[in-house]
C-alpha cells in the first residue's frame, strides 16, 4: 500500500504561482511514476504531468512552460510548480503513484482556485 497526501493548493490570483507537495509513504520502493492530474467541476479527471523514478517528464500540453514537475526521490516527495495561472486551471489537484506492478494510488486532492 502506498498512502499519499497533498498540500500547498489554495487561492490565487490570475498569473500567479502556486507550488503544489505531494508525500508518499508506505511501501514507496515499489513506486516508479507519480503524477499529478486535474478534475475541474463537470469536467473528467485530466494528466497535468508525470516523472519517472529516473526523473523523464510528460506535460499535458496546455501546462507545458507553465508547469514544472519535480521528484525528491529521498524525502519521497513530488512537486508541481504552477506558474502564469489561469482561470481554466482552477481544479482538484491529485497526487497519483503508480508501482512496478502497475498498482494506482490516488490522494484526496487540494484544490486550486485562479481568481481572475
Known amino acids: 500500500q502506498v498512502q499519499l497526501v497533498e498540500s500547498g493548493g489554495g487561492l490565487v490570483q490570475l498569473v500567479g504561482s502556486l507550488r503544489l507537495s505531494c508525500a508518499a509513504s508506505?511501501?514507496?520502493?515499489?513506486?516508479?511514476?507519480m503524477g499529478w492530474y486535474r478534475q475541474a467541476p463537470g469536467k473528467d479527471r485530466e494528466l497535468v504531468a508525470t516523472?519517472?523514478?529516473?526523473?523523464?517528464?510528460n506535460y499535458a500540453s496546455s501546462v507545458k512552460g507553465r508547469f514544472t514537475i519535480s521528484r525528491d526521490n529521498a524525502k519521497n516527495t513530488v512537486y508541481l510548480q504552477t506558474n502564469s495561472l489561469k482561470p481554466e486551471d482552477t481544479a482538484v489537484y491529485y497526487c497519483?503513484?503508480?508501482?512496478?506492478?502497475?498498482?494506482?494510488?490516488w490522494g484526496t486532492g487540494t484544490l486550486v482556485t485562479v481568481s481572475s
Open positions: 497519483n503513484a503508480l508501482t512496478w506492478s502497475a498498482m494506482n494510488y
Open positions: 508506505g511501501n514507496i520502493r515499489n513506486i516508479n511514476v
Open positions: 516523472i519517472t523514478r529516473g526523473g523523464s517528464t
